[in-house]
DNA sequence: ATCATTGTTGACCACTTGGACAAGAAACTA
DNA sequence: TAGTTTCTTGTCCAAGTGGTCAACAATGAT
């Protein structure tokens, strides 16, 4: 087996971290390797270049986040529930944030893919896989809602992108305001963009 | 006066260009010049440091933008038709843009802001500064068309915020998707998300 | 115990970076 | 014509960059 270590992970989540406060291109391979506390060998030892690294990174991120949303998309809960808790937990993050680090940080996949997807195939790539993953969330949950009539129309697939561009839209303005409290209404905005029968009632 | 020269102006556009195909981090000083075809020594003649240089690009851009805006959201037309042909003119725009340089590049704004927000202050603060004039334009064309009964409500101020989320999450996405056929429909949801009497008409 | 595997260390390198500078050139002014 | 201001040129530098490498250390397998 070798001589066993956590390297890979602490490099993973200080990549993450790192390029989520700042950015991808202000984020040299020194300072990830001095925020893991691993020497600059060791990075080149599980990783060729700070592309690969960041590739690896959005994935982990993915996977460790996949519980919960797993959870809040649930079919176990109604339709548009699903959505607003979904809405209330990003609230919930992007203030903790704010509060923790001073920053409200926005989302790390729209963050970094707009950063670099003129440049770095990979990341495109990668960026507009999770992106998928998330939008499939909310498709299959607008459908839901539209098959038990919450939601008028069976443009699932539509509505859903729509949704999430304003999601996102919304996200990335509270970050260069670094403010984090228009993404309280996120949820009762998406009810009045979809459509929703009991539109502005939460 | 001293000797004349346009280089400033080179230097101002080809910051422009290479920050909104790239990004800012990935743009050196030494590019900049080359593309500007002046020489570094020039380039700390007019500015202090990159970071100006941003500053002073952003400001120039909206400045070259204003006929083109004012136009658009001139009082002259009805003010649902405001937003339907600012939405078809960012349209057309992204779609030059994919094929005259190969990229859907979405808005230098958000792209920058989002890139250097928690590192540069007075590029964030340049870059609200533009986004509140955009929400202004947003706002007085849904304040125009809730008077005269177009759209529902009496919350313009919200819903242009509302709807310029949606609207950089759009132009966000098709940057990183490189596609900008999603941008078509910009207008008819921007319809449906004001809450507008003749909604999916367009 | 020895051995292959796997991970670690820190020195090392070529190259690029932002930025300074002094000398010169072009324009306008007196 | 001489002088002043503004812009240009090319060289130079220290610091930082991504990336390599050979020697070393820990682990499990035989």
């Not at 990075?43 to 060729?48: A, L, N, R, T, V």
């Amino acid at each position: 087996m070798g001589r066993v270590s956590d390297a890979k992970e602490r490099l993973l989540e200080a990549a993450k971290g790192l390029i989520w406060e700042q950015s991808y291109g202000a984020v040299t391979v020194d300072a990830i390797c001095r925020r893991a506390k691993v020497q600059k060998g060791s990075f080149y030892h599980f990783f060729d270049d700070k592309s690969e690294l960041a590739v690896a990174s959005l994935e982990a991120d993915w996977q460790a986040r996949q519980p919960v949303l797993a959870e809040i998309f649930s079919r176990n809960h109604p339709p548009l529930d699903r959505l607003q808790n979904f809405f209330e937990h990003v609230y919930q993050c992007q203030k903790k944030l704010q509060k923790e680090c001073g920053y409200v940080l926005g989302c790390p996949l729209f963050n970094l893919g707009s950063e670099v997807c003129t440049r770095d195939e990979k990341i495109r790539k990668k960026v507009l896989a999770l992106v998928k993953g998330y939008i499939r969330y909310f498709e299959s949950a607008i459908r839901d809602a539209q098959e038990e009539g919450s939601v008028a129309g069976d443009n699932a697939g539509l509505k859903a992108r729509w949704l999430f561009s304003y999601f996102e839209g919304a996200l990335t303005q509270a970050r260069i305001e670094n403010d984090a409290s228009s993404l309280r209404s996120l949820g009762a905005v998406a009810l009045h963009l979809l459509d929703a029968k009991l539109a502005m009632a939460a």
